[in-house]
């Protein structure tokens, strides 16, 4: 049987189709099929103004965004695919704190719909810290297909981990 990690917390159903995909070696087809394209969003410049363009449209009274940069130092063994953080930086007589998203660099390569889905992902954490009701609320409201982009995400990364793939 197959170990779904990025699936464990997910209904029996939906993983045994999974595994299902995966016996009958149709998992890529399946992925490709629903998300066959990529984006354009290969500097940390055009994520940048990615972000921006999310914020403004969802976020207009969040906190501003001081840097958002893809990070080659995240991975699936850290357990991170994006990261906010506020960087605490003394300016003269006075501390000020910088807002960062950090954003895997395998999402260089991912369909446009997982980078959207991880920007509202890190985006939400400016208004909500926690992954409250109120968090997941706020992502569906910018991202009304949040939960099956989610879902569909961790597919892809399981996909990623098989043997012989990419």
Same mark, same amino acid.
């Not at 992902?121 to 939400?124: G, I, Y």
């Given at each position: 049987?197959?170990?779904?990690r990025?699936l464990?917390?997910?209904?029996?159903?939906? !993983?045994?189709?999974?595994?299902?995909?995966?016996a009958s070696?149709? $998992?890529g087809?399946?992925?490709q =099929?629903?998300y @066959?394209?990529?984006?354009?969003v !290969?500097s940390d410049k055009?994520?940048?103004?990615y972000?921006?363009a $999310?914020?403004?449209q969802y976020? =207009?009274?969040? @906190?501003?965004?001081d840097k958002?940069?893809f990070?080659?130092?995240?991975?699936?063994?850290h357990?991170a $695919?994006?990261?906010?953080t506020?960087?605490?930086r003394?300016?003269?007589?006075?501390l000020k704190?910088?807002?960062?998203?950090?954003?895997?660099?395998l999402?260089?390569?991912?369909?446009?719909?997982?980078?959207r889905?991880?920007?509202v992902?890190?985006?939400?954490h400016?208004?909500?810290?926690?992954?409250s009701?109120?968090?997941?609320?706020?992502?569906q409201?910018m991202e009304?297909?949040?939960?099956?982009?989610?879902?569909?995400?961790?597919?892809?990364l399981?996909y990623?981990e098989?043997p012989?793939?990419?």
């Open positions: 049987m197959t170990e779904l990025y464990q917390a997910y209904p029996p159903h939906l !993983q045994e189709q999974v595994r299902q995909l995966i070696d149709r $998992l087809a399946y992925l =099929r629903r @066959p394209d990529r984006h354009d !290969q055009a994520l940048y103004g972000a921006q $999310l914020r403004q976020l =207009r009274s969040a @906190p501003g965004l958002v940069l990070d080659n130092r995240l991975d699936l063994t357990r $695919l994006g990261l906010n506020a960087v605490s003394v300016q003269g007589g006075k704190a910088k807002k960062e998203i950090r954003i895997a660099s999402f260089k390569e991912a369909a446009p719909e997982f980078l889905m991880i920007v992902h890190e985006l939400a400016l208004r909500e810290r926690d992954h009701k109120a968090f997941y609320q706020l992502c409201h009304p297909a949040y939960h099956q982009l989610e879902f569909d995400l961790r597919v892809y399981t990623r098989l012989g793939t990419l």
